[in-house]
């Protein structure tokens, strides 16, 4: 191990230098950088001469240390490791390490059983166990939670420096809302983990409120000379007295939270109790009653949300009622799944019978949404609705739909008119015939202008390219909506004497779809959406693809 804190720093330093790839390093490259961290971490400003540097490296290449580092020079300038994976954060521990880190244990154990280093427990009896393990040349006996794999720990040592040494620094931080980096001066004061994921706490250059900033979402950090504002009223012991984990809302009021643990799980929370001002209100056969004194958080849904059916919010009412809107949603993301042997046999479907049905293809929060864009002032003749509300068009083209079209004719479907329809009342057994287009095409056809849009009536083979999706906004139901088709009558386009003759003698069948549930179609199958309730509107959205 280095002689002094300098000399680890100066090859702490190179070390990361010559792990960076991305760029040639000369000897005075490395000399820059060594000396930007001993004035960093040390205040020394008088800078590193080249001597010292050679003597490091050398130092380095040899077993002195332990580090063997294979750094090699290319092009007799720059300077590199030959092993792209070396690095010396990986070398074993020697034993005049070992016996130091036992020494340094057997110290601190003293300690532990005083008030004032009770925080240090769960560390000495992780250090010591490493130790030992490294020691004896056998695996560790006690496991802590870690993750490797997290990110943003490279500016751990940093921010504590900076804490440490009373100084700001420039944070570049992307959150997950955002969609770029921005850069801000923080004064920081405190570092926490919560669930093995750490956070820095401090305030915005001139702001007023604490900023929580989460280490994975820091890009990139540079050292300010701005001096450190001090808040004088900031006590960590006071600040996340009424929490649980780190989102504190200045603004939020601490309530009484009364949560119900049905019997089976209830031991859990009285051993390890959610916070400080857990108390216990009532014991029955069914389970346990508690108390907490909080503010309402993120942190504290996802411990409830953690229980799921195990745990039961009693009050406060926003509370209950956000959780169990949760807790709905989840349910709904579950049914609101596509089958996929239905999405197989799909052509097969289209084939034959010229209509399938699929259920749940949006969440019923994806439909509450379809709903109220649609409850604006759009015109049921307008063909070109995506045009009119571009968010809608994302919400209908969710996975599911398009699992759907791509399982119906792959790529090559090509959409002709998108728009927003209501059931009539009493709909009579009809073959389409028309199509309604925003815009004139070079088609062959009949072409009627109607109301700004474009009435087609198109050839009978240009029909059985097409497809009609319908998107229903509310279910159907025996009593009040049906949508009944003639299975099969896709097949050719029938004269009006011939589809009246099948109306009267063939049995129609019927289908209900559920909220969120899509019906596909050949366009030329009979079929009829029939809807009884003259007072209540039946809305629903009609697409009309062409197979290329």
Request: hydrophobic share 35%; glycine share 4%; proline share 4%.
């Amino acid at each position: 191990m280095p002689a002094n804190r300098n000399a680890l720093l100066r090859y702490k330093t190179r070390d990361k230098c010559l792990q960076n790839r991305f760029r040639k390093w000369t000897l005075q490259d490395l000399i820059d950088a060594c000396s930007d961290t001993l004035y960093e971490y040390e205040g020394i400003d008088k800078g590193i001469s080249r001597r010292t540097i050679q003597a490091d490296i050398q130092m380095m290449r040899s077993d002195k240390l332990g580090y063997n580092a294979p750094i090699i020079v290319v092009d007799k300038r720059y300077y590199t490791y030959e092993d792209p994976d070396y690095t010396i954060t990986n070398i074993p521990l020697s034993n005049q390490d070992l016996a130091r880190l036992s020494d340094t244990v057997a110290f601190l154990k003293q300690f532990k059983d005083f008030s004032h280093f009770k925080e240090l427990d769960g560390m000495i009896q992780k250090l010591e166990d490493q130790v030992f393990a490294k020691s004896s040349n056998r695996e560790p006996v006690i496991d802590f939670e870690k993750n490797e794999n997290l990110k943003g720990l490279e500016f751990l040592d940093q921010l504590y420096q900076r804490i440490v040494k009373e100084k700001t620094i420039e944070v570049c931080y992307k959150s997950f809302r955002a969609k770029v980096a921005r850069k801000f001066i923080l004064h920081p004061y405190l570092l926490k983990e919560y669930r093995n994921r750490w956070f820095v706490f401090g305030l915005e250059n001139k702001g007023h409120n604490i900023l929580t900033l989460a280490l994975d979402r820091i890009v990139s950090l540079a050292p300010s000379e701005i001096p450190l504002h001090k808040k004088k009223d900031f006590d960590r012991n006071v600040y996340f007295k009424n929490i649980v984990g780190v989102t504190v809302n200045p603004n939020d009021n601490v309530q009484r939270i009364v949560l119900f643990i049905e019997k089976r799980t209830a031991p859990y929370i009285l051993t390890k109790p959610i916070h400080a001002s857990q108390e216990v209100v009532e014991e029955d056969e069914y389970g346990t009653t508690i108390s907490l004194n909080l503010q309402i958080n993120y942190e504290l849904e996802r411990v409830i949300l953690g229980y799921g059916a195990k745990m039961k919010v009693l009050s406060p009412l926003r509370l209950k009622r956000r959780i169990k809107a949760i807790l709905k949603n989840a349910v709904d993301i579950y049914e609101s799944e596509v089958n996929a042997r239905s999405l197989r046999q799909l052509p097969m479907r289209l084939h034959k019978r010229g209509i399938e049905r699929f259920e749940y293809c949006y969440s019923r929060k994806e439909v509450k949404v379809i709903r109220d864009l649609c409850s604006e002032d759009i015109k049921e003749l307008n063909p070109d609705l995506f045009a009119q509300y571009p968010k809608l068009r994302k919400l209908i083209y969710n996975k599911n739909f398009k699992q759907i079209i791509q399982a119906a004719s792959g790529n090559d479907l090509r959409l002709l008119s998108a728009r927003y329809n209501e059931a009539g009342t009493q709909n009579n057994l009809q073959q389409r015939k028309c199509i309604l287009l925003p815009k004139k095409k070079d088609w062959k056809g009949k072409w009627k202008k109607d109301a700004g849009c474009y009435l087609f009536k198109p050839k009978a083979d240009f029909l059985r390219r097409c497809l009609v999706i319908y998107i229903f906004l509310l279910p159907t139901s025996e009593k009040q909506t049906q949508l009944i088709f003639l299975p099969g009558s896709q097949k050719e386009k029938m004269s009006k004497k011939k589809l009246a003759f099948i109306c009267r003698n063939a049995l129609p069948q019927e289908t209900i779809v559920d909220t969120g549930g899509v019906i596909i179609m050949e366009a030329l199958l009979v079929h009829a959406l029939r809807h009884t309730n003259k007072k209540k509107k039946f809305p629903f959205i009609e697409l009309v693809f062409l197979r290329e």
